[in-house]
């Protein structure tokens, strides 16, 4: 059985002779009944702390729960950003390599279209200077054969000579530059 202090309070003791000074006991008694509603009241107030800390505490530990959950889901997420850049830096490389490759060739064959052209025009300007010469030889040829017909006509004028020697010079000197 529970004992209150109210139940000590009211506690009624049998009367005798020669027994306890009843003044005393119920001093005593009072007293008992206050300090054990003192240790009630304590008892009562560490309870509900008890209880309170123990709420906090399940609230806290919610909270670590939930901390860890984001941070662990946070270290995911940062580890596959960190593997997504990865991927995307090296398709970028890959990407710029095959560009690079595609540019190089492309030179290349640039390159070889450029000597084939360069090729075929020194080609065609060999045979321009050919024909060139042919013709100017041809044409100096015609120029002499004239000259020989003037000669054997008495001349009228003496810079005829002179003439055909400079027009000699000069067909010379662009045949000598076609050669260049």
Known sequence: ????????????????M??????EVET???????????LLKSNRELKDKVLELETQLRDYRAIEKTLQQTLTHAQESSAKSLEN??????????EAELKGNRIVDKART????????IAILKAKKVAMVGRLRTLLSSELQLLQALEVGEESQPASDDEHPKQSTKAQMEIDEIVKNLDK
Do not use: C, H, N, W
């Open 18 to 23: 020669r027994g306890f000074d009843p003044v």
């Open 28 to 38: 005593f008694l009072g007293m008992v009944a206050s300090e054990l509603e003192e």
């Open 1 to 16: 059985m529970k004992l209150t202090p109210l139940d000590l309070k009211k506690q009624q003791f049998k009367k005798t």
């Open 85 to 94: 850049s990865r991927r995307e830096a090296q398709l970028m490389i890959s």
């Open 110 to 117: 640039d390159l070889i279209l450029m000597k084939e052209e």
